[in-house]
């Protein structure tokens, strides 16, 4: 087989993707929208629920891709990275194989986490089928992806820019220092129109721990409702 030909048989098979998250309707309309918008230029290979099976999956079929949701039961995006670029079997178990992150967060630390850790890129849920195999396509070619407003996160994360406007953000921070990590996460989804029970599924917990969440974040806050919530965690881009 010559050069050319080599490199058109390449190019000609299908990215192979391992698709991670938590919701199996989801991953069903992922591969929905691969399907129509991918025209078998995009093969998924495995699925997986959870970091410890996620981390199975991607040892085992070592694909080009893998489309990975941030939060997930047993130790989210993060754990499933290091465990297959970092440790849990060797360095580099999973060298050859490519991270983009599929999230309904728009979190700076969410991006950043899920970066630093090692994947390609970043894009949210609301992503169309034609633009994600377009991501794929780019990541698999080891070209970094992310949905437009996330780009300026990463961007001052590794250039260590500080930002612009440094005394309100203090001010925020010392308010939000009151909230516990889960209580943020509660109230990000809030801030985009999660129901409770929308939550629950999300984090992975129940609509009553949800409730307690949001009564706590609304005593710290000294606000009347989730309504005066969603707004103060608007006004400050969470």
Known sequence: MTVVAAAAAA?????????????????????????????????????????????????????DVVLLDVHLPGGGGVEVLRQCLLTGG??????????????????????????????????????????????????????????????????????????ATTAPAASVDEELDRLTAREREVLRLIARGYAYKEIARELVISVKTVETHVSSVLRKLQLSNRYELSRWANDRRL
């Open 11 to 63: 190019t000609a098979r299908p990215i192979r993707v391992v698709l991670v998250d938590d919701h199996k309707l989801f991953r069903t309309g992922v591969r929905a929208e691969l399907d129509e918008a991918a025209r078998g230029t995009v093969e998924i290979v495995g699925e997986a629920a959870d970091a410890p099976s996620a981390v199975a999956v991607i040892v085992e079929r070592r694909p």
């Open 90 to 163: 060797g360095p580099g178990k999973a060298a050859d194989t490519r991270f983009l992150a599929l999230s309904v967060s728009d979190a700076a630390e969410d991006v950043i986490g899920v970066i630093r850790a090692g994947a390609r890129g970043y894009v949210t849920k609301s992503i169309s089928g034609t633009d994600l195999v377009d991501a794929l396509r780019r990541v698999a070619e080891n070209d970094a992806v992310f949905s437009p407003k996330l780009a300026g996160f990463v961007l001052d994360a590794f250039s260590g820019a500080a930002p």
